[in-house]
């Protein structure tokens, strides 16, 4: 069974810099979206950057602070620039192929000084 391997949380400082790194367990074809989405507490998870299509949709929240990357056919890393408080909340990456819809296991994400 495939299994989504995620990696990169953590406690940073307000400004700083964070990189989640996501990881399929094997090659998988036809991928349709890879990213992450996220969920502060209390409230519902929303969309943060995938790769759909051939393109890369963030959150207007996000915009010119997190950059979503394909570093292979299997991985996907998203770094996170200029950190705010209300950035925190658990990260999860997802995939979608033709045969697979998956969510990781989540990482936690906390900006706080």
């Known amino acids: 069974q495939v299994q989504l391997v995620e990696s990169g949380g953590g406690l940073v400082q307000p400004g700083g810099s964070l990189r989640l790194s996501c990881s399929a367990s094997r090659n998988i074809f036809n991928i349709r979206i890879m990213g992450w989405y996220r969920q502060a507490p209390e409230k519902e998870r929303e969309l943060v950057a995938i790769i759909r299509g051939g393109n890369t949709i963030y959150a207007d929240s996000v915009k010119g602070r997190f950059t979503l990357a394909r570093d292979n056919a299997k991985t996907v890393s998203l770094q996170m620039n200029s950190l705010e408080p209300e950035d925190t909340a658990v990260y999860y990456c997802?995939?979608?192929?033709?045969?697979?819809?998956?969510w990781g296991q989540g990482t936690q994400v906390t900006v706080s000084s």
């Open positions: 997802r995939l979608v192929a033709d045969t697979e819809n998956l």
